[in-house]
Each structure stands twice: as C-alpha cells, then as structure tokens.
C-alpha cells in the first residue's frame, strides 16, 4: 500500500497551488493522508475529487466547518499499518517518548504544524513523522511532501519528498 502525506496546504492564499509533483504523487496513493492545516474546506473537497481515499485531522487555523467535519486526533489502518494522525506534535524536546504514550496502539504518527520535516524512530520502531509543507516552506530550503509504503507484515517506511 502507498501513503500520499501532506499537512499545512494553508490553501486559497493568493494564487498559490499544490505544486504539479505533489499532486501527480496523491494522484497515484492507495490513500491520502492530511495532517491539517488545510484552511478552507474546499481544500479537502479538492483533494477527494484527486480519487484515492482522504484521511485527515483539523489544523489549529482550519475554517469552522473543517473543525466540525474532522477530528484533531484520529487512528488510520492502513493495510497492516496503524498511523496515528495529530497537526500539532508539541515541542521538539520529549516529542517521540510523548507521541509514544498518546499513541500506545500506533505503529506510527504522522503530524504538521511546525513545516519542518521530521522523520524519527526509537529502538522498537514506533516512528514519527512530518512531512514539512508542499506551499509553505517557511525556513525550509524547499516544499516537502511525504510518501510511505506499507509492507504486507505492516510495516511502514516513509520518505520525504522534495518538491522544489
């Protein structure tokens, strides 16, 4: 199974767009993942009318009805897989032990808000991840998106994806 990751679209905002290679990767997932941060609901409804399957959480600047339609915390199954979704990981120190305690039953998190990619493991495999921003970069030298693969025994591998 392949995973499309995205979080903090901050979309409409002037005329900027997901970029063609982002949405050419969602295009071509067995299932998106959205980690908030949208801004405007049209933004979601755009993403399910790409085909493959939304997944995702409300973000802290999200319109009232994104906050209403979407949870803040959800569990996804993904194939073997169980990734939890959060926009906001909470401060860099104690980040991995922390989401390993909210989210004892997943095998990974997956999570926004700060735009900078991250991708951390402990000694037992539980992973976090952020995918940056695919519109936002902020400091970051460019636009990221995230993919992950999901073996047959459940296993999950991500990759960040640079956009340019």
């Known amino acids: 199974m392949r995973l499309a990751i995205i979080s903090d679209t901050h979309l409409p905002r002037g005329n900027r767009q997901l970029p063609n290679a982002c949405l050419d990767h969602l295009r071509e997932a067995d299932l998106?993942?959205?980690a908030g941060d949208f801004v405007a609901a049209e933004v979601l409804r755009h993403l399910k009318d790409l085909g493959p399957p939304v997944e995702a959480v409300h973000g802290n600047i999200d319109d009232e009805e994104l906050r209403r339609g979407l949870p803040s915390a959800r569990l996804v199954?993904?194939?073997?897989?169980?990734?939890?979704?959060?926009h906001d990981g909470g401060p860099a120190d104690g980040r991995l032990r922390r989401l390993r305690g909210r989210?004892?039953?997943a095998d990974a998190v997956v999570f926004?808000?700060?735009?900078?990619?991250?991708?951390?493991r402990d000694a037992a495999g539980f992973q976090i991840f952020n995918p940056g921003s695919p519109t936002d970069r902020r400091r970051q030298p460019?636009?990221?998106?995230?993919?992950?693969?999901?073996?047959?025994?459940?296993?999950?591998?991500?990759?960040?994806?640079?956009?340019?």
């Open 112 to 120: 926004g808000h700060s735009h900078v990619p991250l991708h951390e």
């Open 32 to 34: 998106i993942l959205h």
């Open 103 to 105: 989210f004892a039953d």
């Open 142 to 164: 460019t636009h990221t998106m995230g993919l992950a693969s999901i073996a047959d025994d459940g296993a999950v591998s991500f990759a960040l994806v640079d956009l340019g």
């Open 77 to 86: 199954r993904a194939g073997g897989a169980r990734i939890a979704m959060v």
